[in-house]
């Protein structure tokens, strides 16, 4: 690991254990970016996908402009085989009450993907 990624650690956990309003936001938003542990890739697609495109604009944008074939890590983070760009076609459904669920909904409320809240 570089001593730049543990600096990026190290602000992360300073600002989680600070236990505040956005500590809480941070946590649901970083548990719900990995997804579901099934091989649900529709759903994963429908919950994962919209909130890494909230959480990170530049990433996203980058994807975008990058191409699904360009061969940079980052396009896979925002999409799945024989899925759309996050985004493309895609809206975030609500998750049902699972242990990613609850996360992946907290998360899309943060980062204003219900209700057409998307700041």
């Known amino acids: ?9 190290d602000t992360i956990d ?3 254990v600070n236990g505040d309003q956005t500590s809480v936001e941070l946590w649901e938003i970083l548990t719900a970016l990995r997804g579901p ?9 429908m919950t994962t996908m ?3 495109a909230a959480a990170f604009p530049h990433l996203y944008q980058a994807s ?7 061969g940079k890590w980052y396009v896979g983070a925002m999409r799945f085989p024989g899925m759309p760009l996050a985004g493309e076609n895609t809206q975030f ?7 990613f669920g609850i996360h992946a909904n907290a ?13």
């Open 107 to 119: 998360a899309a409320q943060h980062l204003g993907l219900l209700n057409g809240t998307r700041e």
């Open 93 to 99: 459904i609500q998750a049902p009450s699972t242990h």
């Open 50 to 52: 919209p909130i890494r």
């Open 37 to 45: 542990d099934d091989d649900d890739e529709c759903y994963k697609s």
């Open 1 to 9: 690991m570089t001593n730049k990624t543990r600096e990026v650690l």
């Open 14 to 16: 300073a600002l989680l």
């Open 64 to 70: 975008l402009e990058c191409g699904k074939d360009c």
